[in-house]
């Protein structure tokens, strides 16, 4: 993408329990106005309380997939970004609660890039995880296996990539 980044002053709500990745993420995103929460209630506060454009979400330590309905009820654009929740069945349950991706700590240095993803998606109407599978295909076969998606293939037949 050439020009402006989509992500230049979107205001950020960063939730996680260690404050390293928080302060890593900060740094990333320094084209953004970030804050952060280390936890599950002052996260609610500030969903419930300020503007953002999106919020990303660790899933453990902050009760993360309630904050994802937290986040669409008041029209922010829930990522989760997890180190330990790594498994098909997060994927697909944060899909349906409405999450607009879901992407390993392994990515972190590329979060930019998934985050312009899902604002031009949203830009552009079409689905937020529109690209998620061709830049992560290959790390969810090494992590799960070839078959990966073989448990869920009714789900995945479906999975939006428009």
């Known amino acids: 993408m050439s020009g402006r980044s989509l992500l230049a002053n979107k205001r950020i709500l960063i939730v996680d329990d260690e404050p390293d990745v928080l302060d890593a993420l900060t740094e990333?995103?320094?084209?953004?106005r970030i804050v952060t929460a280390e936890n599950f209630q002052d996260a609610k506060q500030l969903l419930e309380s300020e503007p953002f454009d999106l919020a990303i979400l660790d899933?453990?330590?902050?009760?993360?997939?309630e904050l994802i309905d937290?986040?669409?009820?008041n029209d922010v654009i829930p990522v989760m970004l997890t180190a330990h929740a790594l498994a098909p069945d997060h994927i697909i349950h944060s899909y349906r609660l409405g999450a607009a991706s879901y992407l390993p700590k392994d990515v972190m240095p590329e979060l930019p890039i998934f985050l312009e993803d899902i604002l031009e998606a949203k830009a552009k109407g079409k689905s937020t995880w529109w690209r998620w599978f061709d830049r992560l295909a290959s790390l969810w076969e090494r992590k799960f296996g070839k078959e990966w998606q073989s448990r869920e293939r009714e789900f995945w037949e479906k999975f939006p990539t428009l």
């Not at 899933?59 to 997939?65: E, R």
């Not at 937290?70 to 009820?73: C, P, R, S, V, Y």
């Open 28 to 32: 990333l995103l320094s084209d953004c």
């Open 59 to 65: 899933i453990m330590g902050v009760n993360g997939y």
């Open 70 to 73: 937290i986040a669409n009820k």
